[in-house]
């Protein structure tokens, strides 16, 4: 079993491969997770401008967002696009598919958290001078992010869970990597190694997670 | 022929569309059937799991914790692969079909029986007291009185959970699933055309956006009350 599974010569082997996956399984989710979070805080500022004519259309945009599938975006944007002349790479791709899917998802969490924060909050930040924008920032914002801070980090571990994706379309990280040496050694070590590095980067932020989730369901008695 | 023209007869040509129609549509029923599967076999594990934790046994409540950060910790698409890849090399060949069903069902086991567990701990204290002084067992305590009252509280999040986890099912045709998306990747290639990947997408809002707009209504009706 560990022969097949966990053979120390093939983990030896493909080390450097998974290594190299693991750094750009890094790097994606240093660009994708910014990127995510700037899309979700611009949909739930404009989410706050309370007329109809914005609210609606945002609500079909995530609500459109929230029914697709990332891999099918994905794919659209990879296998689809050059139908039309334009040719992005997968890692573009990624980035773009990324942007829209998981804005949608934080710009839900961030618009639930600038209704957690009382109206007396922004009624008070105003009178004291302060102009709208100030308001949201120095005073609702910082409140709102601290009230779904949970959502945020669960979201976030989804978002990078969800780099594996790239693999789909030869972006070069870990679980591509993996699979990778998979082939070369035909042997299921390296997925099985990668495996065990997204659980160890991972579980410590699960088990915050859980931790988080508890207390918050604790204070609601 | 102008631009406009050029881009409908390219993403949106009818030839195209009513040839690989039959195609799509059987992907729909592939992708629904996944769908289902994966929901009520990770819901019953996932309740399965909660109800055994609520036993208090320490040993086996750590084995279940485990589990659960494990199926949370590793992305859906890893699982899928290492069991597809990985099971002819210890004598078992699951399908793709399989494969998938697992994992998911695997992953949406551990995220509900976490909203489960949250469900039954929020319950609090005094009604367990209350009813087991009236002399309801262990078990009738936990079917009749605190499950009614935390299934409630978990049907928002759990809605939430169950979409993200069943639009995996796309991740089925890494491993070829002819679901929805391996339909129309492969009628993309054999037509030279993307109109059938256009339909695919189609069939998938079809599917899931009915869903997304019941889970705000659910959402709103079951919520948290603060």
Known sequence: ?221 | MSAWDRFVETFFNAKVMLKYLPDILSGVVVTVELALLIIVSGLLAGLALALLRSLAIKPLNWLIIFVVDLFRSLPPLVIIVLIYFGGPAADVSPSGFVSTWLSLALVLMAFSEEIFWAGITSVHKGQWEASRSTGLSFGQTLLAVVLPQALRLTIPPLTNRTIAITKGTALGTVVAVSEILGEASSAMSNSYNPSPLMMGAAAYLVLFLPVVVAARWVETRFAWKR
């Open chain 1, 1 to 221: 079993m560990i022969e097949t599974f966990l053979n120390p010569e093939i983990i030896a082997a493909a080390w450097p491969i998974v290594l190299a996956g693991l750094l750009n399984t890094i790097l994606l989710s240093l660009i994708v997770v910014p990127l995510g979070l700037f899309g979700g805080l611009v949909l739930a500022l404009l989410a706050s401008v309370r007329h109809p004519l914005v609210r609606w259309p945002l609500m079909a945009w995530v609500d459109f967002f929230r029914a697709f599938p990332p891999l099918v975006l994905l794919v659209l944007l990879f296998a689809g696009l050059p139908f039309a002349g334009l040719e992005l790479g997968g890692f573009a791709c990624v980035a773009i598919a990324f942007f829209l899917n998981t804005g949608a998802y934080y710009g839900e969490i961030f618009r639930a958290g600038i209704e957690s924060v009382p109206a007396g909050q922004v009624e008070a930040a105003r009178s004291t001078g302060l102009g709208r924008l100030q308001a949201m920032g120095h005073v609702v914002l910082p409140q709102a992010v601290r009230n779904v801070m949970p959502d945020l980090l669960s979201n976030t571990l989804e978002v990078v869970k969800l780099t594996s994706l790239g693999s789909v379309v030869a972006v070069p990280e870990l679980l591509y990597q993996a699979r990778q040496a998979q082939s070369l050694t035909y042997n299921p070590t390296p997925i099985v190694v990668a495996a065990i590095i997204y659980f160890l980067l991972l579980w410590p932020l699960v088990r915050l997670l859980s931790r988080l989730e508890n207390r918050a369901l604790a204070g609601r008695h």
